[in-house]
Nanobody, 115 residues
Framework: QVQLVESGGGLVQAGGSLRLSCATS????????MAWYRQAPGKQRELVAR???????NYHDSVKGRFTISRDNAKNTVYLQMNSVKPEDTAVYYC?????????WGQGTQVTVSS
């Protein structure tokens, strides 16, 4: 069964903004660090941003200052606010929940940035 559901992907112009959402269950959300990964054609999947249950964040160097990860505890939802997007941000974005020894993945949502 699907436990992580992404939404918000689509087509956006370079320089524009987009917000991705990932909804999950309370038990997963409250116990796991949440993260966004992305994978472009011909490239390996890479970590974009991560947020712990305590609110500590980590970002890939390429998105620092442009993307913000946050979590809404009332809605069991994690967000990725994407500002000043670039064509190189084009990829399938995946939501991830991680707490040793288990890991969960969403099915992915396509983000395409036009130049």
């Amino acid at each position: 069964q699907v436990q992580l559901v992404e939404s918000g992907g689509g087509l956006v112009q370079a320089g524009g903004s987009l917000r991705l959402s990932c909804a999950t269950s309370r038990i997963i959300f409250s116990s796991n660090a949440m993260a966004w990964y992305r994978q472009a054609p011909g490239k390996q999947r890479e970590l974009v941003a991560r947020i712990t249950t305590g609110g500590t964040t980590n970002y890939h160097d390429s998105v620092k200052g442009r993307f913000t990860i946050s979590r809404d505890n009332a809605k069991n939802t994690v967000y990725l606010q994407m500002n000043s997007v670039k064509p190189e941000d084009t990829a399938v974005y995946y939501c991830n929940a991680n707490r040793f020894p288990r890991e969960y993945w969403g099915q992915g949502t396509q983000v395409t940035v036009s130049s």
